[in-house]
């Protein structure tokens, strides 16, 4: 099934206006619930004043195959305190209800399953959300989830890695919506101190392919605003931020207000890096 709508939609508006701008695109993640709800609303609120371009929203899952230490302790966290999936999505409704920003929600697919694909996407749309993420979904199984996106108006966003064939590739890049999220290293999230020429090197293969039918943001160790850079001038749309911001707040559990203001200076920084160099 084509996808006859890669330009289409809010996240797609965005990279649109950025790329008028000549900017590149931050996508700043953070764990959904994450120590507590209220404390969450402040740090996502923080990463929005801080200039994030989108705002990524995890939903903590129990086995979660891509995430590292970082984002597994942040998602034990907020399961501990009883958060759901319709409560995160009670939660992005509410940034959203203030805040004019595309909001990607990354998931498991059992959960999704669970709520039932339709009632899921609906709920999700009812909530501001624009655009989900699965990793355990593969693409050729990812008919019924792409339908029900549709029917609300939300991007199906699929990832692919440094090692998928060009074959597969195009078939991810016909299905994908909003971005492609580019895994940029073999292995789960977490911060790096350096980028892997890896990562550069995918980023220039994917474009050649995309040729341009949809942006590309590429996460994974992505840590640094020189990381930031480095993608945008291999020819990345955007970055995406996660594991550097998660830790943030793993470090600051008992310091609430410093937490936002680290994660606020934190995108700042990295937002900066996705600005146009002067001449």
Same mark, same amino acid.
């Given at each position: 099934?084509?996808?006859?709508?890669?330009?289409?939609?809010?996240?797609?508006?965005? #990279?649109?206006?950025?790329?008028?701008?000549?900017?590149?695109?931050?996508?700043?993640?953070?764990?959904?619930?994450?120590?507590?709800?209220?404390? #969450?609303?402040?740090?996502?609120?923080?990463?929005?004043?801080?200039?994030?371009?989108?705002?990524?929203?995890?939903?903590?899952?129990?086995?979660?195959?891509?995430?590292?230490?970082?984002?597994?302790?942040?998602?034990?966290?907020?399961?501990?305190?009883?958060?759901?999936?319709?409560?995160?999505?009670?939660?992005?409704?509410?940034?959203?209800?203030?805040?004019?920003?595309?909001?990607?929600?990354?998931?498991?697919?059992?959960?999704?399953?669970?709520?039932?694909?339709?009632?899921?996407? *609906?709920?999700?749309?009812?909530?501001?959300?624009?655009?989900?993420?699965?990793?355990?979904?593969?693409?050729?199984?990812?008919?019924?989830?792409?339908?029900?996106? @549709? *029917? @609300?108006?939300?991007?199906?966003?699929?990832?692919?890695?440094?090692?998928?064939?060009?074959?597969?590739?195009?078939?991810?890049?016909?299905?994908? @919506?909003?971005?492609?999220?580019?895994?940029?290293?073999?292995?789960?999230?977490?911060?790096?101190?350096?980028?892997?020429?890896?990562?550069?090197?995918?980023?220039?293969?994917?474009?050649?392919?995309?040729?341009?039918?949809?942006?590309?943001?590429?996460?994974?160790?992505?840590?640094?605003?020189?990381?930031?850079?480095?993608?945008? @001038?291999?020819?990345?749309?955007?970055?995406?931020?996660?594991?550097?911001?998660?830790?943030?707040?793993?470090?600051?559990?008992?310091?609430?207000?410093?937490?936002?203001?680290?994660?606020?200076?934190?995108?700042?920084?990295? *937002?900066?890096?996705?600005?146009?160099?002067?001449?």
């Amino acid at each position: 099934m084509p996808n006859a709508s890669h330009n289409s939609g809010k996240i797609a508006s965005k #990279f649109r206006e950025l790329r008028s701008r000549r900017e590149g695109a931050l996508i700043a993640y953070l764990t959904g619930g994450d120590p507590d709800p209220e404390s #969450f609303l402040c740090n996502a609120q923080a990463l929005i004043e801080g200039g994030t371009d989108i705002l990524e929203v995890g939903i903590p899952f129990s086995d979660p195959i891509a995430d590292g230490p970082v984002i597994q302790a942040s998602s034990h966290r907020a399961l501990a305190r009883g958060i759901t999936p319709s409560k995160i999505l009670g939660l992005t409704a509410k940034l959203s209800k203030f805040n004019d920003i595309p909001i990607v929600i990354l998931t498991y697919y059992n959960p999704v399953m669970a709520a039932g694909l339709d009632k899921f996407m *609906k709920t999700a749309e009812e909530s501001g959300v624009n655009g989900v993420v699965v990793p355990d979904l593969s693409v050729e199984e990812s008919g019924p989830l792409c339908q029900a996106g @549709q *029917k @609300q108006d939300i991007d199906t966003i699929f990832l692919a890695s440094p090692n998928t064939s060009p074959q597969r590739m195009k078939r991810i890049l016909e299905r994908s @919506q909003g971005f492609l999220y580019l895994v940029s290293l073999f292995g789960v999230t977490g911060p790096r101190r350096e980028l892997s020429p890896l990562a550069l090197d995918a980023v220039k293969v994917v474009r050649n392919l995309a040729k341009g039918t949809i942006p590309i943001a590429a996460g994974f160790g992505i840590t640094r605003p020189e990381h930031v850079s480095a993608l945008l @001038q291999s020819g990345a749309d955007g970055a995406i931020v996660g594991s550097a911001l998660v830790e943030i707040v793993s470090q600051n559990l008992d310091q609430p207000q410093a937490a936002a203001a680290k994660l606020r200076d934190a995108v700042s920084e990295l *937002k900066r890096a996705t600005l146009p160099k002067a001449a």
